[in-house]
């Protein structure tokens, strides 16, 4: 069975405003170098056009851990971010990151968001990556109507470019 990922209250996915969901799963690709990829805010201009101005409030930065707090650029939004679930690969469970963020402002302004991942080995040398986002807020109301869908779009540039950019140094 695979892995799923584990809301939080008030983040169940259709509970909140918005959701996405992307996933790919890819043949002989490690797992180390794309967590080492993904946990690098560093790395992620590299390879995903939409996380810019990234930031860190403490001395965690550049790589997340459980706690880590910073802030990004995303969707043209200031996102604040703090990492709510950190869990490294072990033999036979799934790697897991998830942070909490929100976008100050009032009522039409304010936006709080779940984002998940899970890197999980299967069977015959395949990785699966998957992303998963919640969203409460008026923000995520019209981000949720948009078509095309630019989560969803986003999401996807994202694992791509975090799967191309683990090809190329593997």
């Known amino acids: 069975m695979q892995a799923a990922i584990e809301?939080?209250?008030?983040?169940?996915?259709?509970?909140?405003?918005?959701?996405?969901?992307n996933e790919v799963i890819v043949a002989n690709i490690s797992l180390a170098k794309t967590w080492e990829y993904l946990t690098d805010t560093r790395k992620w201009p590299t390879y995903y056009s939409n996380a810019k101005n990234i930031e860190f409030y403490d001395e965690s930065g550049p790589l997340l851990n459980l706690g880590s707090?910073?802030?990004?650029t995303t969707f043209?939004?200031?996102?604040?971010?703090?990492?709510?679930?950190?869990?490294?690969?072990?033999?036979?469970?799934?790697?897991?990151?998830a942070?909490?963020?929100?976008?100050?402002?009032d009522e039409q302004e304010r936006l709080d968001v779940h984002h998940?991942?899970?890197?999980?080995?299967?069977?015959?040398?395949r990785l699966r990556i998957l992303t998963?986002?919640?969203?409460?807020g008026i923000p995520a109301q019209e981000l949720a109507i948009?078509?095309?869908?630019?989560?969803?779009n986003a999401?996807?540039?994202?694992?791509?470019?975090?799967?191309?950019?683990?090809?190329?140094?593997s």
């Open 146 to 152: 948009a078509i095309p869908n630019p989560m969803i």
């Open 7 to 21: 809301w939080p209250n008030g983040y169940l996915p259709g509970t909140t405003d918005n959701f996405c969901s």
């Open 76 to 97: 043209g939004f200031v996102v604040e971010s703090r990492v709510v679930e950190f869990k490294p690969f072990k033999k036979g469970k799934a790697a897991r990151l």
């Open 99 to 105: 942070w909490h963020g929100w976008v100050e402002g």
């Open 132 to 136: 998963q986002e919640t969203q409460c």
């Open 155 to 169: 999401h996807q540039e994202w694992l791509n470019g975090l799967v191309k950019a683990v090809q190329k140094v």
């Open 69 to 72: 707090r910073f802030k990004f």
């Open 116 to 125: 998940a991942w899970i890197l999980e080995e299967l069977s015959e040398n």
